[in-house]
């Protein structure tokens, strides 16, 4: 983690710890900063809403970036991660295991945007959140048993049968009053990619409401980390979203590097910027084909995904590999470029600079693009504030945040032609003008980090164990801020590990979004968010046909497919 | 309705060029792809440099590698890799304190049976065996 902070980040730092010393009194047990971006405080049972209402009157811009739950034997604990601009607050706040089940106050009139992050929690551990407005089961299937919660210690894992769930498909209610129909979209559906459930509710051709059913498919890998070593977690990890995998290995990486406190050669940070940014030119690529595919203008989608073979070719170059890189390594990247390979690569990049350029001008100019993006799927500022949304999805409705500015990481510090893509429109449109822009903006990073890479070795030699402690790092992934906790109890296996995908918290925008739009602009509008479902759904396996939850070493599943 | 240029000329463009060219699709499998230098493809184990110290096995994400005894060779053997497990991130030649294990560009690895996609490289110990015969085992 960089230590160079802005200005005013250490006394942002210090404003928020004197809030909190204010607002809880003797109830703020501890408080440590660890670096210039990352704070921790203790605090006690039930406090966290005062906490957060205090910190929510000064930083306006507070928004809640994960929430993870997790079993310490004894106790519950919840870590409310809040981002305040350019650091990370963690709350860190015990919760008691009773008879009758733990309660905390949820916190959802303060922040909306929580909503989904405490279903999660409610369905891993079985915290039940006091005013949550509609505390489901959002994973697992909804008749799972009660009192079943994966990720506390004493549930035994496979004790979910077959007879006791059917698969996860809940009855909707339809409560056709007057002319309010029910439609309901998914889990199996043409338009959809992935297999997700929407129920929209549906004035004549208006979208009233939405609402959403995630988790059909759930493998397991919050679990699955906590029995394998760092070293194995960090393919799985990189395997939780195939698109922006590097994204995903690159954010395992920074944790585990933090909590080893390794410092990450110079060059292998250049070169992670590159693969980063490889990775985002692809995944926005691929979403504006898709986006273009979902407006109706197919052709767009052929030359777009044609000239995305320019970033798989040079992926394939960097890395070895068309998609999944296995690129970063803790301690550094996998291998080195050489003088000539980086020739080859800046050619290839003005080459789709100009495609680049040619589709931003389609975009703004195109009828049809235009007739199905503009003033459709609006989300206001503070909406996109309060839902906590993330990535081009805040910044296409004006908010100026981008984890690579705010939160620098790899070497974006020292990248100068890196700039935020803020959109005013709020709209569709915005959203995907801010990831062409963004794609633009990469291919200039690319270049200045290749013509600038600096000597020496990629890689350093780490440690098989991790000593105790705990980690949170963000990085900017093509969908937006990717969270990764870790905690680390001194052996070659972490103890937990937190993954919050940007879709999972761009979800709750998303429902907004949805109200007001005619339902064929559904798909436009579901794609704008860039959606990435496989991401979403993780830490528990739901087998569909049998209805069976387990979870298990990866070393199993082949086994259980077979059977 | 408005006349946008942006569009026809790229049209027109398009069109000449994609006369021109050949298609951007490729011909696999009439025409071989080319593959570029450093592909992770299939493994090589150099059985000569293999000190049988199992690191590879330990580390492997995904199961696929088992060190199998052979006599009079020290350590815990030598490694067979199940290709059918392989995700084929190399952290195998990453953990390799001797750097025996290296990706070719080998990349077409289909096979009717599971267990032809086990790759063993113990026949290459035999006396009788050839050096360089990368396609043992496997294939």
Redesign the interface.
Known sequence: MSEASAPGLASELEKAKEILAEALGEELSSWSAAGARRAWADVATGAHVKAIRALKAEFSELRLSGLTGTDLGDELALYYHLRLGGFILTLRMPVPKSPDGPVVESITGLIPGADLHEREAFDMLGVIFKGHPDLRRLLLPDDAPEGFHPLRKEVEARTLRAEETTPILSPVVTEEKGPIVTLIIGPQHPALHEPERFVFKVDGEVVVGMDIRIGYAHRGIEEAAEHRTYIQDLYLCERVCGICNVAHSLCYCLTVEELLGLEVPKRAQFLRVVAAELNRLHSHMLLLGVAAEEMGFTTLFMYIWRDREVVMDLMEMLSGNRVISSFNRIGGVSRDVGPGLVEKMKARLLELRKRLEHYKEVFETDPTVLARTRKIGYLSRSDAIDLCAAGPTLRASGVDFDVRKDDPYAAYEEISSFRTAVRKECDNWGRYMARLEECLISVDMIEEALSELPGGPVKVKTSRRVKPGEAVCTVEAPRGELLYYIRSNGTDKPARVKIRTPTFTNLAPLRKMMEGVYVADIPVTLASIDPCFSCTDRALFVDVNTGEAWSCYIDEIGRRLRR | ??I?P??IV?ALR?LLRSALRKP?TEKYPEEKPKI?????GRHMVELDKCVGCGLCAR?????AIKMVKVPGRKGLGVPVIDLG?C?????CA??CPKGAIK?TNIYSMTAYDPGDLVLDFRPLLLPSAKKGQDELGGQ
Not at chain 2, 36 to 40: L, V
Not at chain 2, 59 to 63: K, L, V
């Open positions: 309705m408005r946008f942006a569009l790229d398009t951007a570029p230098e450093g592909f992770r580390d492997c994400p995904a199961g497990r995700i084929f991130c190399f952290q990453e953990s990706p």
